[in-house]
């Protein structure tokens, strides 16, 4: 059973930091890309950031230069550092593993985070 599980959400000012992690689990880690996507209140889920399994990564305009994305295949875990938040970035943050070129496609059920002062 493949199980995408996300920690590490919560309430920040702006300015401040958070790091989201994703454990993934019944899945050959390796050959997977993962991201992270998020849904803003009342707006269509987007990608954020994305590390491929060669560990190459892309990243939204929005988010360039203040989130970073990693991964430990040993672990098999993904991470979002998140710094200079901003009210903007409030939503709910999905993790997604994909092999690329395949339908194969599995989510997490998401974690709140919310910028606010």
């Known amino acids: 059973q493949v199980q995408l599980v996300e920690s590490g959400g919560g309430l920040v000012q702006p300015g401040g930091s958070l790091r989201l992690s994703c454990a993934a689990s019944?899945?050959?880690?390796?050959?997977?890309?993962m991201g992270w996507y998020r849904q803003p209140p009342g707006k269509q889920r987007e990608l954020v950031a994305v590390i491929t399994s060669g560990g190459s990564t892309n990243y939204a305009d929005s988010v360039k230069g203040r989130f970073t994305i990693s991964r430990d295949n040993a672990r098999k875990t993904v991470s979002l550092q998140m710094n200079i938040l901003k009210p903007e970035d409030t939503a709910v943050y999905y993790c997604n593993a994909e092999v690329v070129g395949t339908t194969i496609n599995y989510w997490g059920q998401g974690t709140q985070v919310t910028v606010s002062s």
């Open positions: 019944g899945i050959t880690f390796s050959v997977y890309a």
